[in-house]
């Protein structure tokens, strides 16, 4: 009865929606992350997307804009740097991680007036998502949703065997840097519902939580989509009831169904042995 009145309320109804866009979007390029190993990388472009809430914040203009353009340009910088024989791939994000950090702590400070609750941004809050965050991120879904549609192959010939991919002589780099991309407009996009400390497990938990059970690419990525949903509409609930912020209670949740599925998954594995 309570989630029926709950569902009356527009909050709560761009809540449910902005999870799911979130959890499509996170499926996606999650797996791709997960499979590529690039884990590091995410976590230094949510980091580095705080230079741009930053840089919103002093020049009075969308801290979201400012963030995706940062966050593209870091994810970039990464790529470009990552390249080349004189830098190793952890010291570019390193750069870009820390350099974020630093620039966003700086300007959210000399930024006048009132400032807005950092927390809202590094921390996350689904209730508090409004119209304009579930276009952005609606228009972030369904670019990933197009591109994985049209370019899977490709992705996946990338994600598994990057030489292979070359030597089948797919456009290898542009591909990458349009997943880049796509990566930093996720974080980006993602940042109102969990928040910058916490959106990398958004990322990973849910195709961690798949892989236990398939290794094909398609199948983690429609099962991350659905365990990142429970997640989302779990972690809400519990948000609510406890009074407790809704950003953690999500990750909370997500870590909960991945270690039950690792226990599940062990004591099956176990069982036929041992008779």
């Known amino acids: 009865m309570e989630i029926l009145e709950l569902l009356e309320y527009t909050f709560f109804q761009r809540a449910l929606l902005g999870s799911l866009l979130a959890s499509i979007a996170c499926g996606l390029i999650g797996t791709y992350i997960v499979t590529r190993r690039l884990v590091f990388i995410s976590g230094g472009l949510t980091h580095a997307s705080f230079g741009g809430i930053g840089i919103g914040l002093y020049a009075g203009i969308s801290p979201i804009l400012t963030a995706s353009l940062f966050s593209v340009l870091s994810a970039f910088g990464v790529e470009w740097l990552s390249k080349r024989q004189d830098m190793r791939e952890d ?4 750069v870009f991680w820390t350099f974020g950090m630093a620039v966003g702590v700086i300007f959210s400070f000399l930024a006048p007036g009132f400032t807005p609750d950092l927390s809202a941004y590094l921390f996350g809050n689904i209730l ?27 992705i996946v010939a990338i994600a598994f065997d990057r030489e292979f991919a070359l030597s089948q002589r797919l456009p290898v780099r542009r591909i990458e840097y349009l997943l880049m991309m796509l990566i930093a407009l996720t974080v980006v996009a993602c940042l109102r519902m969990v928040g910058i400390v916490l959106v990398i497990s958004l990322l990973t ?8 059970f398939s290794h094909s690419f398609k199948r983690i990525i429609w099962l991350s989509i659905l365990i990142g949903q429970i997640s989302c509409l779990g972690g809400l609930l519990l948000s609510y009831h ?30 036929p042995s041992e008779e």
């Open 91 to 94: 010291s570019a994000i390193a």
């Open 128 to 154: 508090t998502i409004t119209q304009s965050d579930l276009w952005f991120i609606g228009g972030v879904t369904t670019a990933l949703v197009l591109f994985f549609t049209f370019s899977l192959r490709s």
């Open 205 to 212: 938990l849910p195709q961690m939580t798949a892989n236990l």
């Open 242 to 271: 406890l009074n407790i912020p809704s950003g953690a209670s999500i990750i909370f949740i997500s870590i909960l169904i991945y270690t039950l599925c690792k226990v599940a998954k062990s004591l099956a594995s176990r069982q």
